[in-house]
């Protein structure tokens, strides 16, 4: 089975710090997506890759950023965390773009 | 972008079948079909998904209209770890389309199962 590998389940960073998510697939999938997920609001797509060193933003990339230099790993950067970025994030990956998703187990970030 | 409907929540007994519905009367020709689930605390998982044709799967079954502006997720009979949130979401796979490779997840059925 694939797996898709998030480095913490648990973060605690303080505003205005940098901060960086990973994220390792090890199916040799070409697209590789980040999520965060809040109460209400469901699932938002930040950003996604189908190739190395291309991305693509999605509906919520404001204060994002990412970045692929090879095929398994996938990073989220807070540039600058703030608060309101306090969120359960997710990532995931598939192999072709019609296939189902195989997500992360999710890092649960809080901004203090 | 298409989007879908479906009931806030549903309730089940274990060991019986669930149909969780699933509008998208928006539906274009190039959007697959997809169902995932999320248990507490974990991240989505992926149950099937289709196009046009109605698919089955070692987890579940998948029954879409002819017309394709709703679809059906078949659970044949239910268990208490089926308690999930579950997602129908469209897919649009057209290169080059506005929502390339998107999968924009909404809120979800709710479902309880009882023992």
């Known amino acids: 089975d694939v797996k898709v590998t998030q480095s913490s389940r648990y973060l605690v960073k303080r505003t205005g710090e940098k901060v960086f998510l990973e994220c390792v697939q090890d199916m040799d999938h070409e697209n590789m997506f980040w999520y965060r997920q809040d109460p209400g609001l469901g699932l938002r797509l930040i950003y996604f890759?189908?190739?190395?060193?291309?991305?693509e933003k999605g509906d919520i990339p404001e204060g994002y950023s990412v970045s692929r230099e090879k095929k398994e790993r996938f990073s989220l950067i807070l540039e600058s965390a703030s608060t309101n970025q306090t969120s359960m994030y997710l990532c995931?990956?598939?192999?072709?773009?019609?296939?189902?998703?195989?997500f992360g187990s999710g890092t649960r970030l809080t901004v203090v | 972008d298409a989007k879908t409907t479906q009931p806030n929540s549903m309730e089940s007994n274990e060991e019986e079948p669930v149909h969780l519905p699933c509008n998208h009367s928006?539906?274009?020709?190039?959007?697959?079909i997809h169902w995932y689930r999320q248990l507490p605390s974990q991240g989505p998982e992926y149950v099937i998904h289709?196009?046009?044709s109605n698919v089955n799967n070692r987890m579940a079954s998948l029954a879409i209209a002819e017309d394709r502006k709703s679809s059906t997720l078949i659970l044949h009979r239910a268990t208490l770890r089926d308690a999930a949130v579950y997602y129908c979401?469209?897919?649009?796979?057209?290169?080059?389309?506005?929502?390339?490779?998107?999968?924009?997840f909404g809120q979800g059925t709710i479902l309880t199962v009882h023992p």
């Open positions: 289709g196009l046009t």
């Open positions: 979401i469209l897919r649009d796979v057209r290169t080059g389309g506005t929502s390339y490779g998107k999968l924009t």
């Open positions: 928006t539906i274009s020709g190039t959007d697959y």
């Open positions: 890759s189908y190739d190395v060193k291309m991305k």
């Open positions: 995931a990956s598939s192999l072709f773009l019609a296939d189902g998703y195989t």
